[in-house]
């Protein structure tokens, strides 16, 4: 508020009785220190009127908020009336567990309502620690152990439903190179079988990964509900048995699978060279270096995948030695446009030698290698199967 400023004009107001019409109130004081001015003095106030002590009249209530009982004083609330109460169920401690939901009636004992708020604090927490504590290893822990249990039946015959589709896939596995000798008539084919493994191997872990977790959990929980470790125990030798044989089971389609992903880009770089040697026969030299970019990608692609787990170091070198085939052939193309005799000579002994070296033992994978490494394996997945089902 800014006190320099002018004042507004006096507003015709109301003069209460007992005042000179058109005198304001409070006229009749003058500012301090001013003589005093002879304007007429206001009466003296009365008192309240008759009737009205300064309390609220007899029978007229107390205001009170809406729903509450009207005191009868106009002060302070009424003796009589009990003190707020919470409404049942707002007392509790919600906990969430492997994925179950539970209540825990968590209620103060009224005496620790009494103490100094600080000390009811604290008291109260440790109060309700305990009872939470109390709870979890009498009441809840061992509900979600059995709940865990159950899980792990049913996930573990779950698995067990999948031993067909599994067998199949392997029964593929086996016969993974046996293919007709014509490249192209061996593409579509294999490509198939190529997404069948990989559909296996992606049956085979998504059971491995249910089982090891369930497995987890029960691990975690045989710890803090002991009246439930028999039963823990028993379903965790159980999910073991299961978890092991699926990890062979794992490992054999994972070799599989690591082949194909050779086999496929090996066999069409193979395609390639076959139109490569077909122009060839025809003196075709353009048409001879045109399949040529293609096969050397298609190559070194199965060049890159050929060291992953599972595979047998024949198939490395194979691919390498007809990596060097394929590179000798298009320098014998180039010899050839340019009428280079040498190089030619020098190409055509350099391609050779590498076909020679893919038919040697150190670059041939025995036609039953698949059988004799994946058969054991398959065993183990098959006995583990077998048990789910015969404690089923």
Not at 166 to 176: E, I, K, S
Not at 285 to 314: C, E, F, M, R
Not at 329 to 341: C, P
Request: glycine content about 8%.
């Amino acid at each position: 508020m800014n006190c320099r400023n002018p004042l507004p004009p006096p507003q015709p107001s109301y003069t209460p009785p007992g005042y000179p019409q058109g005198q304001q109130p409070g006229q009749g004081y003058g500012a301090p220190n001013y003589p005093p001015q002879n304007y007429p003095q206001q009466p003296q106030y009365p008192g309240a009127p008759q009737g009205y002590p300064g309390q609220p009249p007899q029978g007229y209530p107390a205001y009170g908020p809406p729903g509450y009982p009207q005191q009868p004083g106009p002060y302070g609330p009424d003796p009589g009336y009990g003190a707020y109460a919470p409404a049942p169920g707002a007392l509790g401690t919600t906990l969430r567990l492997f994925g179950q939901t539970f209540t825990l009636p968590v209620a103060l004992p009224p005496a620790l309502l009494a103490l100094p708020l600080p000390t009811a604090r604290a008291a109260a927490g440790v109060v309700a620690g305990l009872v939470v504590v109390l709870v979890l290893f009498v009441g809840v822990l061992p509900a979600v152990a059995t709940s865990q249990i159950s899980s792990a039946n049913q996930s573990l015959k779950t698995a067990a439903t999948h031993q067909d589709k599994t067998d199949a896939v392997f029964a593929q596995a086996f016969t993974l190179r046996n293919n007709t000798s014509d490249p192209v008539a061996a593409k579509a084919q294999f490509d198939k079988v190529a997404k069948s493994l990989n559909d296996g191997l992606s049956l085979v872990r998504s059971d491995e990964q249910a089982l090891t977790s369930v497995e987890q959990r029960l691990a975690m929980l045989q710890w803090v509900a002991p009246s439930k470790g028999a039963g823990i125990t028993a379903a965790r030798n159980r999910l073991n048995g299961a978890i092991g044989g699926l990890k062979q089971a794992d490992q054999a389609l994972t070799a599989a699978v690591n082949e194909t992903k050779v086999i496929q880009p090996y066999n069409d770089a193979l395609i390639d060279y076959g139109k490569i040697g077909a122009a060839l026969a025809k003196h075709d030299l353009v048409g001879a270096g045109a399949p040529y970019p293609d096969a050397q990608q298609k190559i070194d692609q199965a060049v890159s995948n050929s060291h992953a787990a599972g595979l047998p170091p024949q198939i490395a070198k194979q691919v390498s030695s007809f990596s060097d085939v394929l590179q000798n052939t298009e320098s014998l193309i180039q010899a050839i446009q340019a009428k280079d005799t040498a190089g030619i000579k020098k190409s055509t002994d350099a391609m050779n030698a590498a076909l020679k070296a893919m038919s040697t033992p150190d670059e041939t994978v025995p036609a039953d290698y698949e059988a004799k490494t994946f058969a054991p394996m398959q065993k183990a997945y098959d006995a583990a199967m077998k048990a789910i089902k015969s404690a089923s």
